[in-house]
């Protein structure tokens, strides 16, 4: 069963609540470095995962090759 863009982005999401809950563990009486912690993950799954569409995106419609037009002399 190939990957849809449906299941890797619920994969995304699971993987981005793991990782906030593994840091809140980590971090439960710093407050300071929990709230840095958690900004620091929410912008590397937000960058992978835009990064991620953006590649699954330019698979769905690929440029063959570019259409010059014609010349009009």
Not at 33 to 58: D, E, G, K, P, R
Request: proline share 7%; hydrophobic share 50%.
């Amino acid at each position: 069963m190939p990957w849809s863009f449906y299941w890797v982005s619920l994969l995304f999401v699971i993987a981005f609540l793991v990782t906030l809950g593994i840091m809140r563990a980590i971090f439960r009486n710093d407050k300071d470095q929990l709230s840095l912690a958690q900004l620091c993950v929410v912008l590397a799954y937000s960058c992978m995962y835009l990064m991620w569409v953006t590649c699954y995106l330019q698979q769905l419609y690929p440029i063959i090759r570019p259409e010059k037009p014609p010349h009009f002399d």
